[in-house]
Nanobody, 116 residues
Framework: QIQLVESGGGLVQAGGSLTLSCAAS????????MGWYRQAPGEQRDMVAT???????NYVDSVKGRFTISRDNAKNTVYLQMDSLKAEDTGVYFC??????????WGKGSLVTVSS
């Protein structure tokens, strides 16, 4: 069974940092791309950052220079390092895995709250 489990969310002051983790089972190598998406209260779920199997990264403009997506092959884990956090970064962060000929797989989400 394919599972994505996020962790690392919490409450942080503006200007602070958090690191989110997404553990994939049985392995994230089954996905052609993985990413982090954010859903703010009352808003749609939007892409924050993605990474492909060959390491290509993509970020939404609002987080460029502040967030870094990375992967640890040995741990089957994708990370989102978030620095210089702003109040507008608040939301539930979801991990997503994509692979050909299959529906996307989602984790249950991890809440990040940035206080100003």
């Amino acid at each position: 069974q394919i599972q994505l489990v996020e962790s690392g969310g919490g409450l942080v002051q503006a200007g602070g940092s958090l690191t989110l983790s997404c553990a994939a089972s049985p392995s994230f190598n089954i996905f052609s791309a993985m990413g982090w998406y954010r859903q703010a209260p009352g808003e749609q779920r939007d892409m924050v950052a993605t990474i492909t199997t060959n390491g290509r990264r993509n970020y939404v403009d609002s987080v460029k220079g502040r967030f870094t997506i990375s992967r640890d092959n040995a741990k089957n884990t994708v990370y989102l390092q978030m620095d210089s956090l702003k109040a507008e970064d608040t939301g539930v962060y979801f991990c997503k895995g994509e692979r050909p000929f299959d529906m996307p797989h989602w984790g249950k989400g991890s809440l990040v709250t940035v206080s100003s």
